[in-house]
């Protein structure tokens, strides 16, 4: 790969080979959607809603409040349902899912073919680069199926969320920079503006996007080492490209929020539990940070280090996570995979560093279908190398036969893994989609069509009821209690987890309940509205 074009291979690369691929994961991303028919938690509820607002041309607004960060992580002043959107969400997802609702209507199917789309083809282009590294066809399908399951994205990846659509805008801006290494001086400039365009757009799916600009910064930095230096120009222009793509929405958010990146600060860096950033009555600052403590702060950043490790092997399939670091040392002078590299270690850093509580929430996984397709590259093709530096000391491991059982009993693995993780996953989704269908019946009521419901997925309530909503905080009683007054809440809905003794509130008793202060919620009922053995209803009362 150091010439502009793979090395040459030993076998030819067939186009049919991804094609072939492309329709295998063209099903499976459908079939996933097809189980999974309603949104499985937040985030795809609240993608599909701006998306509706945006075909149906009510702009970017939404009738729920889904969380305080979207309101500044204060009470506001004014408090009003609908409010604009995406104060804390980048609107790519939903841009690109509101498109073929321009045509087809706005259905969640609508809404959902781009991510099928988007997702499969991450799966030929894993095969792609797979084939670019080892230059043979069992690899590269190796690679295919290792993408096409991948842990839980193969439940995770069609769904209306920023999976694909991060995952096909990043892999561009990685390959982009790869391609920057590789390329002759005359088109090495080019492919840098490449990256830096993509990275701007990938921003624009998800904030961390910005760290993807590590990839075009580490391709010039090789360039100049390697002996075809790129003018520093061409870099200048790489992030030119990224800020002129995001310009118009930063231009946005500072004209309705006040900053360009307006969720930014304390309730997303300095809290020291996940839940802490939804509070509105907390001040959190950099010094409530290091009261917390050294030990612990270095404790939360060591234990998300390895949970985010965790979540390695499983989106590469198990043992191949160990191939895969082993690939990464293999390949640390190789110029081409620089940028790739780089950008991993920069943004594996900045996980378990910085969004210490949110990546391994899901922010890691998110991030994941950018990065996804070089990491199962690298994991396949330094397979072999690796069985064969153990079958040095471990000569069980150095016969063929051997190596081979270990290669197919590892992707036979990578597969059962996923299936089973899948499957836990939308049983879970399905426990949860039937507890708020419980309440369906009490909102179809006439006279409760307008009232305004706290609960804790408002997106999710709003698609299955049409009634607005806001999420509760997380602070004492009264707090919850006076937010709920602020916008006119009518209705509390409470879900107890499977087995547990209370809501995640500890409002379960209602007018009764007593919260860690002492504090009763007096601003409830005493009695449900409407109750079931994992579903209560109370009314908010004056």
């Given amino acids: 790969m150091a010439a502009d074009r793979p090395v040459r291979a030993r076998s030819a690369l067939r186009t049919s080979d991804l094609v072939i691929l492309f329709g295998l994961a063209l099903v499976a991303r459908a079939i996933a959607a097809l189980i999974v028919s309603d949104p499985p938690y937040l985030d795809p509820a609240y993608y599909e809603i701006v998306a509706r607002q945006l075909a149906t041309g009510h702009g970017f607004s939404i009738?729920?409040?889904?969380?305080?960060?979207?309101?500044?992580?204060?009470?506001?002043?004014?408090?009003?349902?609908?409010?604009?959107?995406?104060?804390?969400?980048?609107?790519?997802?939903?841009?690109v899912s509101a498109l073929p609702m321009l045509v087809l209507g706005t259905s969640r199917l609508a809404a959902q073919l781009p991510m099928i789309v988007l997702s499969a083809a991450l799966v030929p282009l894993t095969a792609l680069i797979s084939w670019e590294l080892s230059g043979t066809r069992r690899a590269m399908w190796v690679a295919g199926v290792l993408a096409l399951f991948a842990g839980p994205m193969l439940v995770l990846a069609p769904q209306i969320d920023n999976f694909a659509v991060f995952g096909i805008v990043g892999f561009g801006a990685i390959y982009a920079a790869m391609r920057s290494v590789r390329a002759e001086a005359g088109m090495a400039g080019r492919w840098l503006l490449v990256s830096g365009a993509l990275c701007g757009l990938a921003t624009l799916a998800r904030v961390d996007g910005l760290l993807l600009l590590v990839a075009p910064i580490t391709a010039w930095a090789v360039g100049r080492r390697s002996g075809t230096p790129v003018s520093i120009a061409w870099l200048a222009g790489a992030v030119l490209a990224a800020a002129l793509v995001m310009l118009p929405w930063l231009v946005r958010q500072v004209l309705v929020f006040g900053a360009p990146f307006p969720s930014a600060g304390g309730n997303t860096l300095w809290i020291s539990s996940y839940n802490e950033q939804f509070s509105v009555s907390?001040?959190?600052?950099?010094?409530?940070?290091?009261?917390?403590?050294?030990?612990?702060?270095?404790?939360?950043?060591?234990?998300?280090?390895?949970?985010?490790?965790?979540?390695?092997?499983?989106?590469?399939?198990?043992?191949?996570?160990?191939?895969?670091?082993?690939?990464?040392?293999?390949?640390?002078?190789?110029?081409?995979?620089?940028?790739?590299?780089?950008?991993?270690?920069?943004?594996?850093?900045?996980?378990?560093?910085?969004?210490?509580?949110?990546?391994?929430?899901?922010?890691?996984?998110?991030?994941?279908?950018?990065?996804?397709?070089?990491?199962?590259?690298?994991?396949?093709?330094?397979?072999?190398?690796?069985?064969?530096?153990?079958?040095?000391?471990?000569?069980?491991?150095?016969?063929?036969?051997?190596?081979?059982?270990?290669?197919?009993?590892?992707?036979?693995?990578?597969?059962?893994?996923?299936?089973?993780?899948?499957?836990?996953?939308?049983?879970?989704?399905?426990?949860?989609?039937?507890?708020?269908?419980?309440?369906?019946?009490?909102?179809?009521?006439?006279?409760?069509?307008?009232?305004?419901?706290?609960?804790?997925?408002?997106?999710?309530?709003?698609?299955?009821?049409?009634?607005?909503?806001?999420?509760?905080?997380?602070?004492?009683?009264?707090?919850?209690?006076?937010?709920?007054?602020?916008?006119?809440?009518?209705?509390?809905?409470?879900?107890?987890?499977?087995?547990?003794?209370?809501?995640?509130?500890?409002?379960?008793?209602?007018?009764?309940?007593?919260?860690?202060?002492?504090?009763?919620?007096?601003?409830?009922?005493?009695?449900?509205?409407?109750?079931?053995?994992?579903?209560?209803?109370?009314?908010?009362?004056?």
Wanted: proline share 9%; aromatic share 12%; no cysteine.
């Fill in 63 to 95: 009738p729920v409040l889904w969380s305080f960060l979207e309101v500044g992580g204060r009470l506001p002043i004014d408090p009003m349902l609908p409010i604009p959107s995406n104060r804390h969400w980048m609107p790519l997802t939903s841009i």
């Fill in 282 to 542: 907390r001040v959190l600052t950099p010094e409530t940070y290091l009261d917390w403590g050294l030990p612990a702060i270095i404790g939360s950043k060591l234990a998300a280090w390895g949970i985010l490790l965790g979540r390695t092997a499983v989106l590469l399939g198990g043992i191949f996570v160990a191939s895969f670091a082993y690939g990464m040392w293999a390949a640390r002078r190789r110029p081409d995979l620089a940028p790739f590299l780089a950008y991993w270690i920069v943004m594996f850093g900045a996980m378990g560093g910085v969004f210490t509580f949110h990546a391994p929430q899901g922010a890691f996984y998110h991030s994941a279908p950018a990065w996804l397709p070089f990491a199962i590259g690298i994991s396949v093709h330094w397979w072999t190398p690796m069985v064969a530096a153990i079958g040095t000391r471990w000569r069980l491991m150095a016969r063929g036969r051997n190596q081979r059982f270990l290669a197919g009993a590892a992707v036979i693995g990578a597969v059962v893994l996923s299936v089973v993780g899948s499957a836990s996953l939308v049983i879970g989704w399905q426990r949860d989609r039937d507890r708020l269908e419980e309440v369906i019946p009490f909102f179809s009521v006439a006279d409760r069509a307008d009232d305004v419901v706290m609960y804790v997925d408002p997106p999710s309530l709003h698609l299955a009821t049409g009634n607005r909503a806001i999420a509760p905080p997380f602070d004492p009683f009264p707090v919850i209690g006076d937010a709920a007054r602020a916008y006119g809440v009518r209705w509390l809905v409470l879900e107890r987890p499977l087995g547990a003794p209370s809501d995640v509130l500890g409002l379960w008793e209602g007018h009764e309940a007593v919260d860690a202060d002492g504090n009763r919620a007096t601003w409830l009922a005493a009695e449900p509205a409407f109750d079931t053995a994992d579903v209560r209803v109370y009314e908010v009362v004056p």
